[in-house]
């Protein structure tokens, strides 16, 4: 069974390759010449009996077959190293730390984080929150998370995460004594709003098709952490991503009475740091098979 087994430095350079979609950064990455890294990469196609990449001019595209080899094989050599790193780690644990918005731990990462401890508990996930780019962390991280494209250095190779989109949301409470069943009946609500997101709710009524009216009042707050706090108060409605009312959505403190109507957002991408630690891979796996939002359903 072994001799069918492809060379481990040709799928290492392939690995590389896909990760920075170049040639010439996956050899600076193995310390090796442009050259070498083609050749390993040829003799994996050849090996497999399929294309990896598409070659164009100063630029390497993965073909399907290169993005479905990719995925797995990257995990695979991420297991290896951590198997290796088993017989070589001193008393110290294994840790990975992640990069992320504040609001973005404390209302989807934390919530999730026993998932990955139960399955990895050789692994210590450090949680390190700044508001700042990826490029302009004070404190060096192995993985980041943030939405859109913007503000990552050009060492960092992203890859897309989760899609997202923000929508209307309030107690139970006060959906029952005040129904929201569209948006003309924002005009009996008082609308809750962050500094930091200001402009969500007037996208959102854009979407919803609501011009002329006008809500019963309108309450703002710094974060929107706060505003989350005030809706499950029953100050008002709120409108917030998906990807930060997981808990409130799913243990019913808030409702989503008008879930069809989204607010489209930026959506996540993970970057994972050329200095990583072998775990951080691991991490990054358990992240891109991670479930998706909690229901909307009102």
Do not use: C
Not at 63 to 79: C, V
Not at 116 to 131: L, Y
Request: aromatic letters at 8%.
């Amino acid at each position: 069974m072994t001799d069918r087994l492809p060379p481990l430095n040709a799928v290492r350079a392939f690995v590389a390759a896909a990760r920075h979609q170049s040639f010439t950064r996956a050899a600076v990455e193995l310390h090796v010449t442009h050259s070498a890294v083609s050749r390993q990469v040829k003799s994996l196609e050849s090996f497999l009996g399929t294309a990896l990449f598409e070659r164009r001019i100063r630029q390497v595209v993965l073909t399907s077959a290169g993005q479905a080899f990719f995925a797995e094989a990257s995990a695979a050599l991420a297991q290896i190293a951590l198997a290796a790193a088993a017989f070589t780690r001193t008393t110290a644990p294994q840790a990975v730390r992640v990069n992320v918005r504040p609001s973005f731990a404390v209302r989807w990462l934390i919530p999730q984080l026993p998932d990955f401890v139960a399955r990895h508990p050789g692994i210590e996930p450090q949680v390190v929150t700044s508001t700042a780019a990826p490029g302009r962390a004070k404190e060096g991280f192995d993985v980041a998370v943030r939405r859109g494209l913007q503000g990552w250095p050009p060492s960092i190779q992203v890859q897309p995460w989760l899609e997202d989109g923000a929508v209307v949301v309030g107690s139970p409470e006060l959906l029952a004594a005040t129904p929201l069943a569209r948006a003309a009946d924002l005009s009996a609500h008082v609308l809750l709003s962050a500094r930091s997101r200001r402009s969500d709710w007037d996208d959102w009524l854009a979407v919803a098709g609501w011009r002329r009216g006008k809500p019963a009042g309108r309450l703002q707050f710094d974060h929107l952490h706060l505003v989350l706090q005030a809706a499950a108060d029953g100050l008002g409605l709120a409108i917030a991503p998906l990807s930060l009312l997981g808990q409130d959505l799913a243990r019913g403190r808030l409702l989503a009475p008008l879930p069809a109507q989204r607010l489209p957002l930026e959506r996540y991408y993970l970057g994972l740091a050329p200095d990583a630690a072998p775990q951080a891979a691991v991490f990054v796996q358990w992240l891109l098979a991670s479930p998706g939002f909690a229901s909307t359903a009102a």
